[in-house]
């Protein structure tokens, strides 16, 4: 880290002083994404002069990890052949992330400048599913045939691999481009020359479809430890594969997804700090009217108490207790149902297993703060001893029942086709401090005969 604010204060340095030629020999030894982040620093005129003074070989890399603001900034700047020539180098993928950003107009001109071959590869990805397996692959990539030797292989390798995303694994097609196998370039070198591809190649293979959720690419990824996954479409024919860098971006772009959702907030694609007041405050106004509209049950619930309240005043003491512990108990499980929805260990099918052991989770959980509780309320208030029964049984019903409303919406929304982050902290809170007061007000009214 100190090291990147070296660099980048040198570079500031070269900039500011206009040595150009300095600036541009320290950029072509540097990493893609330490200058990508030198850029952003940038203001648009900066950014420019920058990108212009970057080695072909890098822009390409750079230019696909700047913000899609900063990418607009280049192409204004640019001529068409230069747009072009960009396009051309960009992984399919990121060209096609691009573009998505990209306003109307934008998109119209690279588009134009583009090779027929290319707008034609680049429509077609954005044909895509949002979100599906074909909108995030990479059209680059080795592909043999298993009539091939290893060293006619090797040859093939050498000659595609440039403008491949990745040769480490290696594809087997026929004609018509069907997946027949795949085998590793380290089988490759380990091979004799003669022997041919068939003989080394495993045909059992993982695949996801273009039309797949890319969740399901991640999880599957993630399960067999690939670097790279195969993309098919309806008659297995190998369309494009997703590697490494996607699965992080997506797991990134669905983390943050998660994230906001369960804080209830509307999703935003842009960065913290270029988003404007305005857009920050329309994204969060909603689910707290929500929120705030929805509490209002709990004080009509109060309101049906105020007999309690008035026989035995101490009780309204307890409240905050209660719901906050009920809040969180409620959180724990729907976070933890959550996370295992979106890792695959949680499945619809798992609905009955999940609350039996929410259940007894919260069983154990529950008497353990109820008896805590029970004892401290017996020391503090030694003559009011139902009182304390009251309190304590409340702990441990809203305990209870906080784990398992916890635990069953998120299922409950997946069986919805919701998204499960949506049934976190704020909306588990909200449901479950109308319920304990309901169980606790009832208890008192039972147990204090009120």
Known sequence: MENKIMYQGRWEELLAAKDYHGLQACLAQANEMDVAA??????????VLVFRLLPKE?????FAN????????????????????????LNVDDAVDMIEELPANVVKRVLKTARPDTRTLI???LNYPENSVGSIMTA????????????????RIRETGEDSESIYTCYVIDSSRVLEGVVTLRELLLAGDGTLVSDLMET????????????????????????????????????????????????EEEATEDFEKMAAMSPSEKPYLKTGVLDLAKHRIVWL????????????ILGQFEVAFAAVPVLVTFIPMLTDTGGNAGSQSSTMVIRGMAVGEIGLSDFLRVLWKELRVSIVVGVILSGVNFVRLAIQYPHQIAVALTVSGAMLVTVVL???????????????????????????????DGVSLVVYFSLAQQLLGL
């Open 123 to 125: 429509n077609q990805f």
């Open 140 to 155: 680059e990539f080795i592909d043999l045939r298993k009539s091939m030797t290893v060293k006619e292989a090797i040859a």
């Open 204 to 251: 059992e293979v993982i695949t996801a479809r273009t039309t797949e959720d890319q969740e399901e690419a991640v999880q599957r990824m993630m399960k067999y430890d690939f670097i790279s996954l195969p993309v098919v479409d309806g008659e297995n024919r190998l369309v494009g594969i997703v590697t490494v860098d996607d699965v992080m971006d997506v797991m």
């Open 58 to 62: 890098l822009a390409s890399d750079v």
């Open 66 to 89: 700047l913000e899609p603001e900063d990418q607009q900034t280049i192409i204004a700047a640019a001529t068409d052949k230069e747009v072009s020539e960009l396009l051309e180098d």
């Open 402 to 432: 906080a784990k398992s409303i916890g635990s069953m919406l998120p299922m409950l929304a997946k069986r919805l086709n919701l998204d499960p982050a949506l049934m976190a902290s704020p909306i588990i809170t909200t449901i479950v």
């Open 289 to 300: 009217l929500v929120l705030m509209v929805s509490s209002m049950v709990t004080g009509g």
């Open 38 to 47: 030198f850029m952003e620093s940038l203001d648009p005129e900066g950014t």
